[in-house]
């Protein structure tokens, strides 16, 4: 069993020193946590979406603190514009001419939080920065630097004052988490303890840059068989066939769900990807792709991921 | 113009059920369309009333009625139908019932739901159709409404998937001819079970063909109608021309100028057969009467519940309402009735006093110039042979003396005027005779080898009783027309027939084509429709099955049907067979068969890591085994480089679990 992961077990080490960094912070949501994870190493973007105060914000600063990335943070108001977002041209009067300072958008981890508040313009600024990898200001291309990791968090839409993203737009998040509440123990661990933002600062990083490069290219490694290929395909397959959604899932949902398992089968250390890791992902990679038909009871993106799940049989 | 009508129309919207309300209601027309001939007229008005109202809702957006008026519009086309038929049972009012509620119906259809029950209508229709006419031409109708129905059936049930109709069409062919083998195997082998339960309903209306009794035009007015009466499948030699006389009602009263049967009972008199014997079947078109057409005279025949009367006229238990086969043995050549009671010699030399008068002076004064019966007889056929008689089918009105006008002023008659004045010849002298009408002739099908008798071959004769011979058939028409009897009736009546159905008669062709298209009529009937239970026994055992009591009928077909599913079963269990049978998950199917056993089931959407977990934890002693299986299957199934050595292991493994 020589599988191509076991080759580096040194960043593989330093990932799982980072889990355990990370519970630290962010107390009982260790799976929120791998998740996070492992969509930063499916080098897809991730939304958080829950309520305010438990923790969506401390989780996105952690994640830039272990990884040791440069770090922005962006706070999404209704005001907010593009040129907030990217940045502006601004003359010099030194030279006479424009110089392009960058935007907070210029960093390898961009916490856009509460991505929801702003106005559509300001929002798909920033989407399309997430798609291209770059982004356009006077007829001039900025590429972004790499690794580029945009945490978005929002409010449930139900809240007042929100601009909820359109289906096209949530599209571009490989996952979408929510925290929940913590349970008994953890909170009052929580409450009993020191300060968290200020822990978040004595942390330092765990990974390097440079085996967070090697892990994201080993998640694409991670050998998948034809029989997983199946589950992928008949799980894809029931969402579009079933009268319980108003679309099924498009083949780009399909390529995110099997990064995202091979991403998670890596931090696993699975062989190659087994049905049980695309079921890990499953509710966080199509929870928010899928949207149910006016009639079903599925009202809740995790009861979407484990109505799915149910109904597809393993092959 | 047509703009302006269109205009005119005011249409406010296209309605959004639009196409599924014209498929539906093309489809209930569709099976209206062949109940037309025998629904009371007002019936289609009603539905027209409907549909036209219908169309005015929807081009308005307009409402429907409410359910008020609805239910009152109903129970008026209820009562209706109680008031026409006096009941709501059976076929005829059953149907008319049904075919208006399928009108009204269309005021409160709204929804899939309703579209659903009036296609089930049409369906139901459709079917109640073959209870009224069996024929061949109906059939491709039927089916392909019967396809137009199920295709828009499977349209308002595409689940969205929005089907085309001609896709619709082509799979419901599809499924059609897929169900066209078990309808096959059903329609050999389900049992015919005899008796009235099985059989058509039978149904009130018109009679067809002879009645029970003959006025003068009453006979021509038959020679006029090409319809069929019966058909005949000799089995052997056929009778010639002259003899084929069909006999069927045999008439004894007389009231001067109609003749009726009689309303007494006669002794009985045994037929004794002096020539060769006639074996055939015969294919009685339905009739509404109980009289049965048979070559003169019947010996034997196969008919359950049928009499003979003394008279020799057979008769069905029941009327004749659908197409009825029998076998039959009759003689041309016989001795009848020689003993004649007192009863039937009053009965048979009856006449009514006052009626007739110089016919009853010219019978008198012939016989005592003849002398006795036979002389009689036969002066009384030159008379009617070399006078100015002429044989017509539109003779002149006859008075109340019908017989005395016809002899001595018109001349001029059909067959039913010279039975009928022969007969009065006869008993004015005391000669015991009686008229017989029934078919005479019948026109030879050599592509099908069998005899078509339509209602044009009615026929009326004579028969008189003499000491010594019993009942002798006697036809006047032979003596004045005698090339009726001898070509049959198209060729005594050429001059009077209708130009075009003469051409008809000339042109080879013609006549070929008409009767290839009628022995394929007779093939239909003979053994589609009449495959009855001994049409089956029959072809049973030339497929090597002899016993076919219904008892191993019904047992052989479900037989049939299992195997039939069976086959299904394999086949269907084939083609939908991985194609390629992965041992790797043939073990871990095994190795699932194992622990279902321990209670231990895989759900269909838990995978091997999982569920070996869980099944570890559920046996404690077997967790490492478990483990290791685990680890092979995963690296086998999902892993990369898995070796022989791993499977053999895993093959290992799963075997000593």
Same mark, same amino acid.
């Given at each position: 069993?020589?599988?191509?992961?076991?080759?580096?077990?040194?960043?593989?080490?330093?990932?799982?020193?980072?889990?355990?960094?990370?519970?630290?912070?962010?107390?009982?949501?260790?799976?929120?946590?791998? #998740? $996070?994870?492992?969509?930063?190493?499916?080098?897809?973007? +991730? /939304?958080?979406? %829950? &309520?305010? @105060? =438990?923790?969506?914000?401390?989780?996105?600063?952690?994640?830039?603190?272990?990884?040791? #990335? $440069?770090?922005?943070?962006?706070?999404?108001?209704?005001? +907010? /514009?593009?040129? %907030? &977002?990217? @940045? =502006?041209?601004?003359?010099?009067?030194?030279?006479?001419?424009?110089?392009?300072?960058?935007?907070?958008?210029?960093?390898?981890?961009?916490?856009?939080?509460?991505?929801?508040?702003?106005?559509?313009?300001?929002?798909?600024?920033?989407?399309?920065?997430?798609?291209?990898?770059?982004?356009?200001?006077?007829?001039?291309?900025?590429?972004?630097?790499?690794?580029?990791?945009?945490?978005?968090?929002?409010?449930?839409?139900?809240?007042?004052?929100?601009?909820?993203?359109?289906?096209?737009?949530?599209?571009?998040?490989?996952?979408?988490?929510?925290?929940?509440?913590?349970?008994?123990?953890?909170?009052?661990?929580?409450?009993?303890?020191?300060?968290?933002?200020?822990?978040?600062?004595?942390?330092?990083?765990?990974?390097?840059?440079?085996?967070?490069?090697?892990?994201?290219?080993?998640?694409?490694?991670?050998?998948?068989?034809?029989?997983?290929?199946?589950?992928?395909?008949?799980?894809?397959?029931?969402?579009?066939?079933?009268?319980?959604?108003?679309?099924?899932?498009?083949?780009?949902?399909?390529?995110?769900?099997?990064?995202?398992?091979?991403?998670?089968?890596?931090?696993?250390?699975?062989?190659?990807?087994?049905?049980?890791?695309?079921?890990?992902?499953?509710?966080?990679?199509?929870?928010?792709?899928?949207?149910?038909?006016?009639?079903?009871?599925?009202?809740?993106?995790?009861?979407?991921?484990?109505?799915?799940?149910?109904?597809?049989?393993?092959? | 113009?047509?703009?302006?009508?269109?205009?005119?129309?005011?249409?406010?919207?296209?309605?959004?059920?639009?196409?599924?309300?014209?498929?539906?209601?093309?489809?209930?027309?569709?099976?209206?369309?062949?109940?037309?001939?025998?629904?009371?007229?007002?019936?289609?008005?009603?539905?027209?009333?409907?549909?036209?109202?219908?169309?005015?809702?929807?081009?308005?957006?307009?409402?429907?009625?409410?359910?008020?008026?609805?239910?009152?519009?109903?129970?008026?086309?209820?009562?209706?139908?109680?008031?026409?038929?006096?009941?709501?049972?059976?076929?005829?009012?059953?149907?008319?019932?049904?075919?208006?509620?399928?009108?009204?119906?269309?005021?409160?259809?709204?929804?899939?739901?309703?579209?659903?029950?009036?296609?089930?209508?049409?369906?139901?229709?459709?079917?109640?159709?073959?209870?009224?006419?069996?024929?061949?031409?109906?059939?491709?109708?039927?089916?392909?409404?019967?396809?137009?129905?199920?295709?828009?059936?499977?349209?308002?049930?595409?689940?969205?998937?929005?089907?085309?109709?001609?896709?619709?069409?082509?799979?419901?062919?599809?499924?059609?001819?897929?169900?066209?083998?078990?309808?096959?195997?059903?329609?050999?082998?389900?049992?015919?079970?005899?008796?009235?339960?099985?059989?058509?309903?039978?149904?009130?209306?018109?009679?067809?063909?002879?009645?029970?009794?003959?006025?003068?035009?009453?006979?021509?007015?038959?020679?006029?109608?090409?319809?069929?009466?019966?058909?005949?499948?000799?089995?052997?030699?056929?009778?010639?021309?002259?003899?084929?006389?069909?006999?069927?009602?045999?008439?004894?009263?007389?009231?001067?100028?109609?003749?009726?049967?009689?309303?007494?009972?006669?002794?009985?008199?045994?037929?004794?057969?002096?020539?060769?014997?006639?074996?055939?079947?015969?294919?009685?078109?339905?009739?509404?009467?109980?009289?049965?057409?048979?070559?003169?005279?019947?010996?034997?025949?196969?008919?359950?519940?049928?009499?003979?009367?003394?008279?020799?006229?057979?008769?069905?238990?029941?009327?004749?309402?659908?197409?009825?086969?029998?076998?039959?043995?009759?003689?041309?050549?016989?001795?009848?009735?020689?003993?004649?009671?007192?009863?039937?010699?009053?009965?048979?030399?009856?006449?009514?006093?006052?009626?007739?008068?110089?016919?009853?002076?010219?019978?008198?004064?012939?016989?005592?110039?003849?002398?006795?019966?036979?002389?009689?007889?036969?002066?009384?056929?030159?008379?009617?042979?070399?006078?100015?008689?002429?044989?017509?089918?539109?003779?002149?009105?006859?008075?109340?003396?019908?017989?005395?006008?016809?002899?001595?002023?018109?001349?001029?008659?059909?067959?039913?005027?010279?039975?009928?004045?022969?007969?009065?010849?006869?008993?004015?002298?005391?000669?015991?005779?009686?008229?017989?009408?029934?078919?005479?002739?019948?026109?030879?099908?050599?592509?099908?080898?069998?005899?078509?008798?339509?209602?044009?071959?009615?026929?009326?004769?004579?028969?008189?009783?003499?000491?010594?011979?019993?009942?002798?058939?006697?036809?006047?028409?032979?003596?004045?027309?005698?090339?009726?009897?001898?070509?049959?009736?198209?060729?005594?009546?050429?001059?009077?027939?209708?130009?075009?159905?003469?051409?008809?008669?000339?042109?080879?062709?013609?006549?070929?084509?008409?009767?290839?298209?009628?022995?394929?009529?007779?093939?239909?009937?003979?053994?589609?429709?009449?495959?009855?239970?001994?049409?089956?026994?029959?072809?049973?055992?030339?497929?090597?099955?002899?016993?076919?009591?219904?008892?191993?009928?019904?047992?052989?077909?479900?037989?049939?049907?299992?195997?039939?599913?069976?086959?299904?079963?394999?086949?269907?269990?084939?083609?939908?067979?991985?194609?390629?049978?992965?041992?790797?998950?043939?073990?871990?199917?095994?190795?699932?068969?194992?622990?279902?056993?321990?209670?231990?089931?895989?759900?269909?959407?838990?995978?091997?890591?999982?569920?070996?977990?869980?099944?570890?934890?559920?046996?404690?002693?077997?967790?490492?085994?478990?483990?290791?299986?685990?680890?092979?299957?995963?690296?086998?199934?999902?892993?990369?480089?898995?070796?022989?050595?791993?499977?053999?292991?895993?093959?290992?493994?799963?075997?000593?679990?």
């Amino acid at each position: 069993m020589n599988a191509p992961i076991q080759q580096d077990t040194s960043s593989l080490n330093a990932l799982h020193t980072t889990i355990v960094q990370l519970n630290k912070v962010i107390l009982g949501k260790d799976t929120q946590i791998r #998740l $996070s994870l492992a969509c930063l190493l499916a080098r897809g973007h +991730l /939304l958080i979406e %829950d &309520v305010p @105060g =438990v923790g969506k914000t401390t989780l996105a600063q952690s994640l830039a603190h272990t990884l040791g #990335l $440069s770090y922005h943070r962006i706070q999404f108001t209704s005001d +907010l /514009l593009p040129a %907030d &977002v990217i @940045g =502006v041209s601004i003359f010099d009067r030194n030279d006479s001419s424009f110089h392009f300072h960058k935007g907070p958008i210029f960093a390898q981890l961009v916490l856009a939080d509460e991505v929801n508040r702003a106005s559509p313009k300001a929002q798909s600024a920033l989407l399309e920065a997430m798609e291209e990898h770059q982004v356009t200001a006077d007829a001039h291309t900025y590429v972004l630097p790499a690794p580029f990791f945009v945490i978005a968090t929002q409010n449930p839409t139900y809240q007042i004052g929100t601009y909820p993203l359109p289906e096209s737009q949530l599209d571009r998040f490989l996952m979408r988490i929510e925290l929940g509440y913590p349970d008994a123990t953890h909170e009052r661990q929580l409450l009993s303890g020191q300060d968290r933002r200020e822990f978040l600062h004595t942390l330092g990083a765990t990974l390097t840059l440079q085996q967070l490069l090697t892990l994201q290219n080993q998640v694409q490694q991670v050998h998948v068989s034809p029989a997983l290929l199946d589950y992928i395909q008949a799980l894809v397959r029931y969402t579009r066939s079933s009268t319980k959604f108003v679309a099924g899932l498009s083949p780009r949902a399909a390529l995110a769900l099997l990064r995202a398992a091979q991403s998670w089968a890596l931090m696993q250390g699975h062989i190659g990807v087994l049905p049980e890791d695309v079921q890990a992902v499953l509710t966080a990679v199509i929870g928010h792709r899928l949207v149910p038909a006016n009639d079903t009871a599925l009202n809740k993106p995790t009861d979407i991921g484990h109505y799915v799940l149910k109904s597809v049989a393993v092959p | 113009m047509q703009l302006t009508v269109l205009r005119s129309l005011q249409i406010k919207y296209w309605p959004a059920n639009a196409r599924e309300l014209v498929l539906t209601t093309s489809v209930v027309l569709l099976a209206l369309l062949p109940h037309l001939p025998h629904l009371p007229f007002w019936i289609p008005l009603i539905i027209v009333a409907s549909l036209l109202w219908r169309i005015t809702i929807e081009l308005h957006a307009a409402a429907l009625p409410n359910k008020w008026l609805r239910n009152g519009i109903a129970v008026i086309a209820m009562s209706s139908v109680l008031r026409t038929f006096h009941t709501l049972n059976g076929l005829e009012a059953g149907t008319a019932l049904l075919s208006i509620m399928a009108g009204i119906k269309l005021l409160e259809t709204r929804d899939h739901r309703d579209y659903t029950i009036l296609i089930f209508i049409a369906y139901f229709l459709l079917f109640a159709e073959l209870l009224y006419d069996q024929s061949m031409w109906m059939l491709p109708y039927l089916l392909a409404s019967t396809l137009f129905s199920t295709a828009t059936l499977m349209r308002l049930h595409d689940g969205g998937s929005h089907i085309t109709y001609r896709d619709a069409l082509k799979r419901c062919t599809q499924m059609a001819l897929q169900a066209a083998p078990l309808a096959l195997l059903l329609f050999i082998f389900f049992p015919r079970l005899q008796g009235q339960f099985w059989a058509l309903p039978s149904r009130g209306g018109a009679t067809s063909g002879l009645s029970d009794e003959m006025s003068p035009g009453d006979v021509s007015q038959l020679s006029l109608s090409d319809d069929i009466a019966f058909r005949v499948e000799f089995n052997g030699e056929l009778p010639p021309m002259n003899q084929r006389y069909w006999r069927a009602v045999v008439l004894h009263e007389f009231d001067g100028r109609t003749w009726r049967r009689a309303r007494m009972g006669l002794g009985i008199g045994a037929v004794q057969k002096i020539g060769p014997m006639f074996e055939y079947r015969l294919l009685l078109e339905p009739s509404n009467q109980r009289w049965i057409p048979v070559l003169d005279v019947p010996l034997q025949w196969q008919l359950p519940n049928s009499i003979i009367l003394p008279d020799l006229q057979l008769l069905a238990a029941q009327p004749l309402s659908q197409l009825t086969s029998v076998t039959v043995q009759s003689t041309t050549q016989y001795r009848y009735g020689l003993q004649l009671s007192n009863t039937a010699r009053r009965l048979d030399t009856q006449l009514p006093v006052t009626a007739n008068p110089r016919t009853h002076e010219l019978a008198q004064r012939m016989y005592a110039q003849a002398g006795d019966d036979v002389t009689y007889i036969n002066s009384v056929l030159r008379m009617f042979n070399h006078e100015t008689f002429s044989y017509t089918l539109e003779p002149a009105k006859l008075g109340t003396n019908a017989v005395d006008d016809f002899l001595f002023n018109t001349h001029a008659g059909f067959c039913e005027h010279y039975a009928s004045a022969f007969t009065v010849l006869m008993r004015a002298v005391g000669i015991p005779a009686r008229v017989v009408t029934g078919y005479q002739g019948g026109e030879y099908n050599s592509l099908g080898h069998y005899l078509i008798v339509r209602q044009a071959d009615a026929h009326a004769w004579s028969e008189v009783w003499l000491a010594d011979q019993g009942w002798v058939r006697i036809d006047p028409t032979a003596a004045i027309a005698p090339e009726r009897v001898n070509d049959g009736s198209q060729a005594a009546l050429s001059g009077n027939e209708p130009l075009a159905r003469r051409y008809l008669h000339q042109f080879a062709w013609i006549n070929s084509a008409r009767l290839g298209w009628d022995a394929l009529n007779t093939f239909w009937k003979k053994h589609i429709v009449q495959f009855d239970s001994s049409e089956q026994q029959s072809l049973l055992s030339k497929l090597g099955i002899d016993s076919s009591d219904w008892r191993d009928l019904g047992l052989s077909l479900v037989i049939a049907f299992v195997l039939f599913f069976f086959g299904m079963l394999l086949y269907l269990t084939w083609k939908f067979k991985p194609r390629r049978v992965d041992p790797v998950v043939k073990l871990y199917e095994q190795l699932q068969h194992k622990l279902k056993k321990q209670q231990i089931v895989r759900a269909v959407h838990e995978g091997p890591n999982d569920y070996l977990k869980r099944a570890a934890i559920a046996q404690p002693s077997r967790a490492t085994q478990l483990k290791e299986i685990r680890d092979a299957y995963v690296a086998l199934r999902y892993g990369l480089n898995a070796d022989a050595q791993t499977m053999q292991r895993l093959r290992q493994l799963v075997k000593e679990f």
